[in-house]
């Protein structure tokens, strides 16, 4: 039994040393680093509320088409990028066609119906100038020539009228960005005011959040909010603030501009950083301190032996160069502030500057 349980434990080992990543609390070879170490100390800073968020596309369109028949050319896919002006599907245009075909007849026999009655015009003019039939008579031949003009130009809008919904069978991509639905597939039947694609740009990223009345009433637009997700905190922009509450939770939307390169996808649920009205008691420390070891955020803390320990902490706001705590650290202990990549836990430190946090 004790050989079993040696053989498991030489595997584990074997398979910890394969790893290219040492999990936060993996003894290494004993060193001493030479290091920064502060002592931290309670203070008063803002405090701050967080409300989750969720991250959408500012832009974004659902496509359809203005036409009613059966769907074709349907290529793109769900997560496919599209540029601007490409083609995405067709609607088959029969009826359409049909109506061009109509009008462009139409067109036709009014500008024959022009052609004779101008040539009547001309000839009755003659015969007019030359007081050789009546007023009357000449009266109901300039009639019946503005009234052919007028009905070739209402012809030839009808064909344009027509040519223009031809268009609209063709359907292409407003903007450049990225199919996020599929509502039908080739051969279903379109119909006026029904999807068919959403497309979004992921370019530009908003966060829409709910925060309640009090918190409402201590933003303004313009006002920068951080904005946490996994650890990674982003700075976002205050974009709307809509005034009117839900009625049932009586809390407000609120929506964020977020940066270009803010690297999160629509869909991603975020943590929203409300300031609070007052200051509250907190732990801050530099932000350098704070490391991410196996996705586990933390700082190595100098226990009484001058030995490093590795210790997982909740990271909040993060403001000024400095990061606040929300567990893990407590006011008295001393915690490494520098020469970070080169410790490790169990390792011994040697202050080479002491100071409060």
Not at 157 to 163: D, E, L, V, W
Not at 235 to 246: F, I
Not at 340 to 350: K, P, S, T
Request: charged share 15%; aromatic share 4%.
């Amino acid at each position: 039994m004790k050989k079993q349980i040696l053989a498991m434990s030489v595997v584990i080992s074997l398979g910890l040393a394969g790893c290219g990543e040492k999990p936060p609390h993996a003894a290494a070879a004993a060193q001493t680093v030479a290091a920064q170490v502060i002592t931290l100390a309670a203070g008063q800073a803002q405090g701050y509320e967080t409300v989750p968020g969720t991250v959408t596309a500012s832009q974004e369109v659902q496509l359809g088409s203005r036409l009613s028949g059966y769907l074709r050319g349907l290529q793109v896919h769900v997560g496919e990028q599209v540029q601007a002006g490409q083609l995405l599907f067709e609607v088959d245009p029969a009826e359409v066609d049909s109506q061009v075909a109509q009008a462009q007849a139409g067109l036709a026999q009014a500008e024959a119906n022009f052609d004779n009655a101008q040539s009547n015009y001309e000839r009755f003019k003659k015969l007019y100038d030359a007081q050789a039939i009546p007023q009357k008579q000449w009266d109901q031949v300039q009639s019946q020539y503005e009234m052919a003009k007028a009905q070739v130009a209402a012809a030839r809008a009808g064909t344009g009228s027509a040519a223009a919904q031809l268009r609209y069978a063709r359907v292409r991509a407003p903007f450049s960005g990225v199919i996020t639905q599929k509502m039908l597939q080739n051969g279903a039947l379109v119909a006026p005011g029904n999807p068919v694609l959403t497309l979004a740009n992921p370019q530009q990223l908003e966060v829409e959040c709910s925060v309640g009345e009090r918190a409402f009433a201590r933003l303004r637009p313009g006002q920068e909010l951080q904005v946490d997700n996994d650890g990674k905190t982003i700075t976002a922009t205050v974009r709307d603030l809509v005034p009117v509450s839900d009625p049932m939770t009586h809390s407000h939307l609120v929506k964020l501009s977020l940066p270009a390169n803010s690297g999160l996808q629509a869909g991603s649920f975020v943590q929203v950083q409300v300031p609070e009205s007052g200051a509250t008691a907190t732990l801050r420390i530099p932000a350098q301190a704070l490391l991410q070891r196996a996705g586990i955020p933390g700082v190595f803390v100098v226990n009484q032996q001058g030995v490093a320990e590795y210790r997982m902490v909740r990271p909040g706001h993060v403001s000024d160069g400095k990061v606040d705590i929300l567990s893990g650290l407590a006011p008295g202990e001393r915690i490494v502030v520098t020469q970070l990549d080169a410790v490790n836990n169990g390792d011994r430190i040697v202050s080479v500057g002491a100071a409060h946090g």
